[in-house]
């Protein structure tokens, strides 16, 4: 599997240590379009965060997108099997017309929590999306970042870095095919 040597955008914080996040000038509530439908998924899951680890986990998924809110929202439902069991996931993705920034939050059917979001915006079919989180006690940032270059096989993957984005560690990757 094929990993993405795009740069991530430099990371600014303000003077309270927060993100600051602005969209891009093409930023649209359609960003995510070529992402409607069904899609088969091979992951690349890396096993060990932050530990120099280069053994990944690899497993198949399955996803579908729709559109909510007359397009300025879209949900989708990510379905795998870890360990012999079954694992679904629930994304939620919502453009702020104001802003032209998405936000995207998660939730699975391990936690029952929805996670605090990503946020960002699309440019040149390729989005990054970021937060500060706490990842086994430590604070990091982690981007999401959304290649959508190939439309009918586009790739996400995430990173942290716990740098305050000078240096980052990709953990995982999903390599998606539209079946519909």
Known sequence: MKTDSLEIPKVNFDENGELLIVASESSSK???DFFQG???IRNKK?????????????????????????????IDNFLATFDGE????????LFN????LWSIYWS???????????IGSFENNVGHFFSKDIYEGKDVIQV???????????VWSQAMSDDKGKTWEWNWYMYMTKTK
């Open 86 to 93: 079954p694992f679904e996931g629930m994304t939620v993705r």
């Open 46 to 74: 890396l096993k060990q965060r932050f530990a120099n680890s280069d053994e990944w986990i690899e497993f198949p998924s399955t996803q579908e997108m729709y559109k909510i809110l007359n397009g300025i929202g879209n």
């Open 144 to 154: 999401f970042r959304w290649n959508a270059r190939d439309q009918n096989n586009p």
């Open 30 to 32: 359609d960003d995510f």
């Open 38 to 40: 069904k899609s088969v």
């Open 108 to 118: 699975d059917s391990n936690t029952g929590v929805l996670d605090k979001p990503v």
């Open 97 to 100: 017309p104001k802003t032209k």
